[in-house]
């Protein structure tokens, strides 16, 4: 069973970036497609972005397009999200997920799909 521990969350200023980190324990994460997800009090849990085992296939919500970038190190049992140009309205609790797929090429948006969970990392924008 894999374990999965969030860093690099904290406090920036809009317009700056940040990479969050994702550190995984108990099993190596060349076994599974990983995802990113981040939820706001009140709100649903929302995709943020997703990579599959072989790293050929990415996915991201609407929201980050463009700003965010998903990539991993199965050498060194790690996933990353680059985050570049960010506002307010990215403040969350990101959460690293994984998912034990069958096909190396696959990637999954959906919460539902994914077993293993980290305990989130809070990162706020603000002025």
């Known amino acids: 069973q894999v374990q999965l521990v969030e860093s690099g969350g904290g406090l920036v200023q809009p317009g700056d970036s940040l990479t969050l980190s994702c550190t995984a324990s108990?099993?190596?994460?060349?076994?599974?497609?990983m995802g990113w997800f981040r939820q706001t009090p009140g709100k649903e849990r929302e995709f943020v972005a997703t990579?599959?085992?072989?790293?050929?296939?990415?996915n991201y919500g609407d929201s980050v397009k463009g700003r965010f970038t998903i990539s991993r190190d199965n050498a060194k049992n790690t996933v990353f999200l680059q985050m570049n140009s960010l506002q307010p309205v990215d403040t969350a609790v990101y959460y690293c997920?994984?998912?034990?797929?069958?096909?190396?090429?696959?990637?999954?948006?959906?919460?539902?799909?994914?077993?293993?969970w980290g305990q989130g990392t809070q990162l706020t924008v603000s002025s």
């Open positions: 997920a994984a998912d034990r797929t069958y096909y190396a090429f696959s990637i999954e948006s959906s919460q539902n799909a994914y077993s293993y």
């Open positions: 108990g099993d190596t994460i060349s076994g599974y497609a």
């Open positions: 990579i599959s085992k072989d790293t050929t296939n990415t």
